[in-house]
């Protein structure tokens, strides 16, 4: 594997302050954070394949209205149909058996991202489309990374990660990494290396110091170093659509 699968520090961090700016509309039977650019144009767009706290997440809509402010319609679906685990959960909450019993896998996942991708392609008039995948969304990032599906991705602190849907990536691929990360700790990273450098695709990873799993999404702004991280894993993403997705 390329990244591991997920843990208790997939569920912990920091609630961020604001209000999204977008709504939530349903694609098909899908429930889906939208949020558009100040031209309201669809041309250039970003899919955002939240981590387990979910579409719903201020975070994260935060989030993608900083990507749509950068240009780029914006949207988030609802990969877990509600059942999401939640920020800090109590000492009781059995996140491994979440992970076996409750948690969706690729058989009901891939139909969600293949009826939004038609969706945006189609109906919306998409002609660029970025992937952004944090923690658990990492996976779908790598596994749409095809022609006519995803033009390019970029992926933070990525879990559940095969070996092979890395090397199954048809476009230019870019990944923010921690430091402290028992998910995507050096040793996966480092394989994760190898492979994109037998690859035609272009790739970029940039590991961020002073900073843990899942800080590009929750991490705790009243710490520099974190809330540093966090904005320069941001500008990372969009440099990277500049160059590989955004149309004029």
Known sequence: MASNPIGRCCTVGVKHEGTAKGDVKNIGDVRTYFTYPEDKSTQNAIVIFTDVMG????????????????????????????????LN???????????????????KV?????SVL???RGDLGVKKLGGVGYCFGGKYVCRWLKEGKLDAGYTAHPSFVDREEVEGIM???SIAAAE?????????RHETEEILQK???????????????GFAVRCDLTKKPAKFAKEQAFLQA??????????A
């Open 55 to 86: 579409m719903d997440f201020i975070n994260v809509q935060l989030i993608a209205d900083q990507f749509a402010a950068n240009g780029y319609f914006t949207i988030v679906p609802d990969l877990f149909n509600g059942n999401v685990v939640p």
């Open 89 to 107: 959960p109590p000492t009781d909450f059995d996140i491994m058996k979440w992970i076996n019993e409750e948690m969706p896998r690729v058989p």
């Open 110 to 114: 891939d139909p969600i991202i293949e």
């Open 118 to 120: 038609k969706h945006l």
């Open 171 to 173: 476009g230019p691929l």
């Open 180 to 188: 402290t990360d028992q998910i995507f700790p050096a040793p996966k």
């Open 199 to 213: 690859m035609s695709v272009p790739y970029q990873i940039n590991l961020f110091s002073d900073v843990e799993h």
């Open 238 to 247: 969009v440099a990277w659509f500049d160059e590989h997705v955004k149309q």
